[in-house]
């Protein structure tokens, strides 16, 4: 190849193609535990079984809001990097991670509380679907704040700069994937 076809072909990192790949599919793996969730609730004769403990729709909606500012913080992250601003982009880094964990310790006591109260994988259908689906998404949520500390401890040691900050876009991706879904779990499982 000649220099001048290289300089008009559309070369993409091949770390933002690995998380494009797995993005999709992890899209997958959601799409078929909904549609799970929808065949099996279709055959149930009533959603959710009357004896089950109700779900804390109130307390887990404040929960969906403090997951979906934290989308808001990893986008400030990104921008004050992208403008050279080192530090302020760690500290949206810390309120990120700050906020996902307050939303995985509320999803935990959730969990205990619930268990308190009866709801098990084994109580019924109904608990076995929850666990699954909540618990997948809070499985995506851990990972998300080890790779958001990662990236953290990488700012801190000022790895990122306005020409190369590839590793915090990329978890911002990530974040936007685990802040996206949520929405549509929330609706499903606590709402319907």
Not at 25 to 51: C, K, V
Not at 123 to 136: E, P, R
Not at 157 to 164: G, L, S, V
């Amino acid at each position: 190849m000649t220099k001048s076809k290289l300089e008009y072909e559309t070369v993409i990192n091949k770390s933002l193609l690995g998380l494009l790949i797995f993005l999709g599919t992890e899209i997958m793996f959601f799409a078929g535990l909904i549609s799970a969730f929808f065949i099996l609730r279709a055959g149930s004769p009533s959603w959710p079984p009357p004896e089950q403990p109700r779900l804390p729709v109130q307390v887990t909606g404040i929960n969906t809001l403090v997951l979906l500012f934290s989308g808001c913080t990893i986008r400030q992250a990104v921008s004050a990097i992208r403008q050279g601003r080192s530090k302020t982009t760690t500290r949206w880094l810390l309120a990120t991670g700050l906020l996902g964990v307050i939303f995985i310790s509320v999803q935990g006591y959730e969990w205990v509380q619930l268990v308190k109260y009866g709801l098990t994988m084994s109580s019924s259908l109904y608990g076995g679907l929850f666990y699954t689906l909540i618990g997948a998404h809070g499985f995506h949520v851990l990972v998300a704040i080890a790779v958001l500390l990662t990236v953290i401890i990488k700012a801190f040691c000022n790895r990122y700069t306005i020409d190369n900050h590839t590793g915090v876009e990329l978890c911002q991706m990530y974040w936007y994937f685990i802040v996206g879904i949520w929405p549509i779990l929330y609706t499903l499982v606590y709402l319907s």
